[in-house]
C-alpha cells in the first residue's frame, strides 16, 4: 500500500467535501501534506492521526514516491523535528509561497477555545499578551492579521483600542478597531523592560577585539566604583568624542564542537571625551552599571531596533542555549539566553524558536540486569524569541516555559 493511500485510509471525510491530500517527499524523510477543501473551510483533520505518525510513515520505505508538487494550501506536519540535530524543520521547506501559505493554515489552527472574541487594550499590554489570548501560537498572529487599509498605522495598536476575531468566508481574522482617541504610546510587541534591564547594547566580539579596545585605568578620585557624572581616566586609541563602555563577559563556546564563538562584552555605561591624552579624561553620561576600572571602551552602538514582530523561524538548522544572564544553570519567562545560532544560520531578530530538554540516560536498578541503560527523550520546555543578531551567536528573550529552561537545552524551528 502506498503512503498516499495509507494516509486517506486514516483521514476522516470532512462534511460533504472529499479531501484531497498530495504529498511530497524531502530527501526521502519529510513529506508535506497539502489541504485543499478542508483548508478553505477551516476544518481540522481527524484528531485521532498522530503527526508522529505520519511522519514516520514519510520516512519508510512506501513513502519514497514522489506524487507531485503541493497544490494549494501546505501545512507542514507538527513533529518533534528538533530532536535530531541533522533534521530540518518541516516549515522551512518548500518554496516560500508554500510556507506563507502552510503558516497560516497554522494558524488558523491555533485559534484558541477559549479566545475572547472582542479584547480591549489596556495600558501595559503586549502585543505578545493579546495575541496569546486568542491563539495558542502567539508569534503567528500575523498570519491572520486584517489590515484595514482606512486606518493609519494599522500595526500600532494603543491603549482604548479592540481587537476583534472575526471569520471570514469561514477563515479567522483579527481586526483592529480604532478607539477614538489614542492616549499615549502605542504597546510594544513584547516586555521590553526584560530586554533593556540587562543588555542595552549587546556586543559579542572576538577575543582580540576586546584585548585591543582602550581601557579604564583609573577612576575619580580612586574611587572603587564611577556612576553619572564622575570623571574616569582611559587609555588607548581614543579617535572619537563618545563612546560605550562595556565589561568581559562570559567566553561563549559550542557545547558540540568545543570551538570559541566570540566573547560577550556586557554594556556598562556611556561617557564623552573632556580631554584628550595618555591617559584620556571622560566623563559618565549614563550607566546600566557602575563603570570598575579593566572595563573596556568601544564605539557607540545604535540603539536596538526593538520594534520588529515575532516570526517563526525560517531555519533548518538546530542549536542550544549555551549561555544563561545572570542565572547558573537555569532560566525562566522574561529571562535572557544565548544560542549557538548567528546571522551564518540564517536567523534573524524576532525569530521564534521552541526549546526542548536534552535527552536523559537513566541506569535502571530495578532490572537486575548488568548495565542497562535507559534513554529518556528530551521535552518540550518553551519558547524563546531572538532580539540581537551576531554572526554566530544570538541572545533570545525566554518568551513562554513550560518547564525550567537549563543550559545546552536544544533549539529549533520545528513544531511548538
Known amino acids: 500500500m502506498t503512503f498516499q493511500a495509507q494516509l486517506t485510509q486514516r483521514i476522516s471525510p470532512l ?7 498530495t504529498v511530497k517527499t524531502v530527501s526521502g524523510a519529510i513529506a508535506v501534506i497539502t489541504l485543499s477543501a478542508a483548508c478553505a473551510t477551516h476544518q ?3 484528531a485521532s492521526v498522530s503527526d508522529n505518525d505520519l511522519l514516520q510513515q514519510a520516512k519508510s520505505a512506501s513513502a519514497q514516491e514522489s506524487v507531485g508538487t503541493a497544490l494549494e494550501n501546505t501545512v507542514a506536519i507538527e513533529s518533534a523535528s528538533i530532536t535530531g540535530a541533522g533534521t530540518p524543520s518541516l516549515l522551512a521547506l518548500g518554496t516560500s509561497q508554500q510556507r506563507k501559505r502552510a503558516l497560516k493554515v497554522l494558524a488558523e489552527k491555533s485559534i484558541r477555545k477559549d ?6 487594550v489596556v495600558r501595559g499590554d503586549t502585543l505578545w499578551d493579546i495575541s496569546e489570548r486568542f491563539l495558542s501560537r502567539p508569534w503567528l498572529w500575523p498570519e491572520i492579521w486584517h489590515v484595514n487599509p482606512q486606518i493609519e498605522n494599522p500595526h500600532l495598536i494603543y491603549p482604548g483600542d479592540r481587537i476583534s476575531l472575526t471569520y471570514v468566508d469561514g477563515r479567522p481574522q483579527l481586526k483592529l478597531i480604532r478607539a477614538s ?7 510594544s510587541n513584547f516586555p521590553l523592560d526584560a530586554v533593556k534591564q540587562f543588555l542595552i547594547e549587546p556586543k559579542v566580539v572576538t577575543g582580540s577585539e576586546l584585548k585591543s579596545a582602550p581601557y579604564v585605568v583609573s577612576t575619580e578620585d580612586d574611587r572603587l566604583i564611577a556612576s553619572i ?3 574616569i581616566y582611559a587609555r588607548g586609541d581614543l579617535s572619537e568624542s563618545r563612546y560605550s563602555i562595556f565589561r568581559p563577559g562570559d567566553t561563549l563556546i559550542d557545547p558540540d564542537t568545543n570551538e570559541v564563538l566570540g566573547h560577550e562584552a556586557i554594556h556598562v555605561s556611556k561617557a564623552s571625551v573632556i580631554k584628550a591624552g595618555d591617559p584620556t579624561k571622560l566623563v559618565i553620561t549614563n550607566n546600566n552599571r557602575e563603570t570598575l576600572v579593566g572595563d573596556r571602551l568601544m564605539q557607540n552602538s545604535k540603539d536596538m531596533d526593538l520594534n520588529f ?5 525560517d531555519i533548518d538548522k538546530t542549536g542550544k542555549i549555551i549561555s544563561l544572564f545572570d542565572a547558573i544553570s537555569r532560566a525562566g519567562q522574561n529571562q535572557v539566553v544565548a544560542l549557538n545560532l548567528g546571522t551564518q544560520d540564517g536567523i534573524q531578530t524576532g525569530d521564534v524558536l521552541s526549546v526542548v530538554s536534552d535527552d536523559r540516560l537513566v541506569r535502571d536498578v530495578i532490572s537486575g540486569k548488568k548495565n542497562d541503560w535507559v534513554n529518556i527523550e528530551g521535552e518540550k520546555a518553551g ?3 531572538v532580539f540581537s543578531t551576531f554572526e554566530r551567536v544570538s541572545y533570545a528573550l525566554v518568551m513562554k516555559s513550560n518547564r525550567t529552561i537549563n543550559l545546552y ?8
Open 115 to 120: 479566545n475572547p472574541g472582542n479584547y480591549t
Open 44 to 46: 481540522q483533520p481527524d
Open 309 to 313: 514582530q515575532p516570526r517563526t523561524a
Open 409 to 416: 537545552d536544544r533549539v529549533g524551528a520545528g513544531a511548538f
Open 15 to 21: 462534511s460533504s467535501n472529499k479531501m484531497a491530500r
Open 229 to 231: 557624572g564622575n570623571h
Open 383 to 385: 519558547v524563546v524569541m
Open 181 to 187: 482617541s489614542q492616549p499615549g504610546s502605542p504597546i
